[in-house]
């Protein structure tokens, strides 16, 4: 019985030392520990619909989590340097609607150890930057330029897009699209439901002042939902469309 006894225990004792040998301890390396440096360059940025936060790990293994707020739900966060100074902010893009998206941004303040609300265009020349919201956005980080397209309804035949570029430490709006559906009652009443007539304005602004430099509207024709056809703003005018 002692004998029996002893073998269990050795056995035991030898299998505990197999384990500690076959240990991997480097996967206890790899966890993130949260340190006192806060980071420049983001590393990941994972995002959990459920509480409305984002888990960010730096580069230098720095983590922390960022509650983004907001009134719509969250669809993506990426990780862009959206004001050039060195330090990666993030890019939240919520669900709008049926069909459009919204962008906004926090910032990644550095001394402050925080990420905080950044409007990129409190201050644009020309136009009321307050007012502006940012639809689906393509970034170009190389250019520095911002495109923000709109739709006006789900057929995506009517339409805002609008376009930024970053100079001299801000962003300059510098044109915009809009695509519009011309006195569709009119229409309806003399060629059916199933015309219908567009303008397209197109604004270029000068991105040292911000001052309008050109308009030019062209006029489009549209049948049963089908292709658009380019038409001459007479014949728009011989309809009573526009003057």
Do not use: C
Not at 89 to 102: C, F, H, P, R, T
């Amino acid at each position: 019985m002692k004998n029996t006894l002893l073998w269990v225990i050795g056995f035991f004792v030898l299998l505990g030392i197999y384990a500690l040998l076959n240990y991997d301890f480097s996967a206890q390396k790899s966890i993130p520990k949260a340190t006192e440096t806060w980071g420049h360059k983001i590393k990941s940025a994972e995002l959990n619909p459920e509480t409305n936060t984002v888990a960010i790990v730096f580069d230098t293994n720095a983590v922390t989590t960022v509650s983004l707020g907001g009134d719509f739900p969250v669809m993506s966060v990426e990780h862009v340097d959206i004001n050039f100074d060195g330090a990666d902010d993030l890019m939240i893009v919520e669900s709008a609607g049926a069909y459009n998206l919204s962008t906004r941004f926090v910032v990644n303040d550095i001394s402050s150890k925080k990420f905080n609300p950044y409007n990129p265009f409190e201050k644009l020349l020309g136009v009321e930057g307050e007012g502006i919201v940012l639809g689906a956005v393509d970034f170009d980080m190389e250019q520095k330029t911002i495109r923000s397209f709109f739709k006006g309804r789900g057929l995506g035949d009517m339409f805002t897009v609008q376009y930024f570029t970053f100079k001299d430490g801000q962003w300059r709006y510098t044109g915009s699209e809009i695509q519009d559906m011309i006195n569709f009652e009119q229409v309806m009443r003399t060629e059916g439901p199933a015309t219908m007539y567009y303008i397209h304005t197109k604004t270029a602004y000068d991105i040292d002042t911000g001052a309008t430099t050109t308009v030019t509207n062209t006029y489009f024709k549209s049948v049963d939902l089908g292709e658009m056809t380019e038409v001459s703003k007479s014949e728009v005018q011989k309809k009573g469309l526009v003057k």
